[in-house]
């Protein structure tokens, strides 16, 4: 008996070790445009453009040649896209299931273009390779749509079309693959075309007359949004992502056809944040809603806009379709809220041209203007002589004037021989003097870590900061006409 015992226990060990724990599903490539980089693997349904998640993903650093390997465990079927910085890496979205081992291999941007899927698993994304190679997305094709190629909108509409007509037919031709593989891909074709159309409303004056301004084209234009269902299945594609600011843009442009510049740039955001307040509860009014995190850095010039910030957070408490989305909106707004006017001001640390480090911090009792700028930026550049003129005003005065700036590695010796004065182009601003004020840099431009609290994304951009630390505005007045706030912050 006790060896008919110590057999069967032998053998449950031996079967038990014959059994599979966890499966592995696996994703490797190479990404040649982001050599010794940080990515992350993410399930479409958690990704936004440009916004932080709520989830916990699988992370690797790819290697000097842009190799890569995710190894994780799945349980279900599910799209997913590769980021780094919150944006996505992938030409296409990629369908995976568990146990699945899917290579990819995608091109640089500016070599010969090359989008290979292979791997156990593969057989069902065989239609990505065929899409890529009628519309690879490379640097050619953007810089066909980027010019004057096209006569008129509708002559550029007919090319978009054409394309578009021929990756669906192509689609078609798979009659193999998964048939929620194949309607996802067709939403994200419908998605892509009318990106690109309404995209290049935006861009055709500058394009065809090197002129800004809202291009209104003829109403035959708009057919294609005619083709689009702006459903749940619609809205869950990472090009539907995209499209959502387009189209509220395209909206606005349209509400503000005959009014001025001025009213645009001042009223355009809170008439979206309107707009999408009065529409029915979907998924796709959940994308508008999100878009529109992007242009907050811009809202913050607004007087009002943390007023209007909260009344469009009121009103869509309960008018998201998941709970998902209200918690990745809550999450990403947040950020903005710790520049409302009176909130402690965060700090930061940085270095100045001999690499001795500073921290906002160590001003605590003095009012510090901020100016973000850049070597490369010439509106900040032709701002110098006004800077000059504000810090002669107030160099008897406890205020602080800060110059960080937002460089790449290759431009910091630039920088510090422009702060220097021996620039030999932009020396003339400077009298060929030493720029006066405390100058720091932001090594990695707007993706620096210690300014990333600022949602810094465009130069020049000033801020005010009074002698508490406390925030006067985050999006201050330039240096020509900051000189009455300041002069309120010393007379208190």
């Known amino acids: 008996m006790r060896n008919y015992l110590l057999s069967t226990i032998f053998l449950l060990l031996v079967l038990g070790s014959c059994i599979e724990k966890d499966p592995q599903t696996i994703v490797s490539g190479i990404l040649p445009d982001f050599k010794n980089s940080i990515i992350t693997l993410i399930p479409v349904d958690d990704y936004f453009p440009g916004l932080k998640s709520t989830e916990a993903l699988p992370t690797v650093m790819t290697d000097s040649l842009g190799r890569f390997k995710f190894s994780f465990t799945s349980t279900d079927p599910n799209f997913y896209q590769i980021i780094s910085n919150n944006y996505h890496l992938l030409k296409a979205d990629i369908f995976i299931e568990p146990k699945d081992s899917i290579y990819i291999e995608q091109s640089s941007w500016s070599a010969e273009p090359k989008f290979v899927i292979g791997g156990k698993g593969s057989e069902k994304l065989r239609h990505l390779e065929k899409d ?73 004056n500058y394009y065809t007359h090197g002129e800004f301004g809202y291009f209104f084209p003829d109403k035959t234009y708009y057919t294609f949004l005619d083709s689009i269902d702006f459903n749940n299945d619609f809205s869950k594609t990472t090009s539907a992502k995209l499209l959502a600011g387009k189209y509220l843009t395209d909206k606005a442009q349209l509400a503000f056809k005959n009014r001025n510049e001025e009213e645009w740039w001042k009223e355009n955001l809170n008439w979206k944040l309107n707009f999408i307040a009065h529409q029915p509860k979907s998924a796709w009014k959940d994308l508008m809603a999100l878009s529109t995190i992007s242009e907050y850095s811009f809202g913050l010039m607004a007087d009002d806009f943390f007023d209007y910030l909260k009344l469009f957070e009121e009103n869509m408490q309960n008018h998201f379709s998941s709970d998902f989305n209200r918690n990745r909106f809550e999450l990403n707004i947040a950020s903005y809220k710790q520049l409302q006017p009176g909130s402690q001001a965060p700090d930061f640390e940085l270095p100045d041209s001999n690499g001795i480090l500073h921290k906002l911090s160590d ?79 932001a090594e990695n431009q707007f993706r620096n870590e210690a300014i990333k609290d600022y949602k810094i994304n465009f130069a020049p951009t000033h801020v005010l900061i009074d002698q508490n630390g406390e925030i006067v505005k985050a999006r201050a007045k330039r240096s020509k006409d900051i000189h009455e706030e300041i002069d309120k912050l010393l007379n208190q």
């Not at 009659?175 to 690109?196: C, D, G, M, Q, W």
């Not at 431009?411 to 220097?420: G, H, L, P, S, V």
């Open 132 to 204: 890529f190679s009628i519309l690879p997305k490379d640097k050619l094709f953007y810089e066909k749509i980027s010019g004057d190629h096209f006569t008129t909108e509708l002559e550029f509409k007919r090319f978009i079309d054409s394309i578009h007509f021929e990756r669906v037919n192509a689609l078609n031709s798979f009659s193999s693959i998964p048939k929620v593989v194949k309607k996802y891909h067709l939403n994200t074709l419908e998605a892509e075309r009318a990106a690109f159309l309404l995209e290049h409303l935006e861009r055709r």
């Open 363 to 441: 001003f605590q009792g003095k009012i510090v203007y901020i100016d973000f700028w850049g070597t490369w930026c010439y509106p900040c550049i032709e701002e110098i002589p006004d800077a000059l003129s504000l810090q002669e005003k107030y160099k008897d005065r406890p205020v602080i004037f800060i110059y960080i700036a937002l460089e790449n590695s290759s431009e910091i010796n630039r920088w510090k021989e422009f702060i220097a004065g021996n620039n030999q182009r932009f020396g003339k601003f400077l009298d060929n003097k030493p720029f006066p004020g405390i100058h720091l840099v």
